[in-house]
């Protein structure tokens, strides 16, 4: 795997699509350096989660605050026009998040959930390092409600 891919128009084309994001690269070098193996986008599961962890049968989403509504979040705000335009695709964003979810976890996989806000510096230490426990099976922390048990 080439981790440090150093090729400037793939990341600027990246980002155009939506995918690699910088939340996400956060996520994936931790992961990367604490030994984890991924694979990215895989398409054999719903939604094709950004990180998935077959060895440990987990897949982590790192979810925009704005665009999948992180409740009680100051990053989520609603536009001031077009409102019913932004409530309805953010609405159908959250519908399919959970749908997806479920299927996962109906799967038998373990689906975390970062949301962008704990990847801020103050926070973010933390938050990887429980992460990081939740992948290898504790059931304590973020994501705890999608642990069976
Ligand atoms: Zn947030």
């Known amino acids: 795997m080439d981790r440090?891919?150093?090729d400037k128009r793939h990341e600027?084309?990246?980002?155009?699509?939506?995918k690699d994001t910088k939340p996400e690269m956060i996520v994936?070098?931790?992961?990367f350096s604490q030994g984890f193996r991924f694979r990215l986008h895989y398409r054999k599961l719903p939604g094709h989660?950004?990180?998935?962890l077959p060895?440990?049968?987990?897949?982590?989403f790192v979810h925009g605050c704005f665009w999948h509504r992180?409740?009680?979040?100051r990053h989520f705000r609603l536009p001031q026009s077009n409102v019913e335009y932004w409530e309805n695709k953010i609405a159908g964003n959250v519908e399919r998040d959970l749908r997806d979810a479920n299927r996962i976890a109906d799967m038998g996989w373990k689906v975390i959930v970062i949301w962008e806000c704990e990847l801020e510096r103050k926070t973010r230490d933390e938050v990887l390092n429980r992460v990081a426990t939740l992948i290898k099976g504790s059931c304590e922390g973020i994501g705890a409600e999608s642990c069976p048990g």
Do not use: Q, T, W
């Open 70 to 73: 992180h409740e009680n979040c």
């Open 12 to 18: 600027v084309m990246s980002r155009i699509r939506g």
């Open 28 to 31: 994936r070098r931790f992961l």
């Open 55 to 60: 060895k440990y049968r987990a897949v982590v």
């Open 49 to 52: 989660p950004d990180i998935v």
């Open 4 to 6: 440090f891919s150093p």
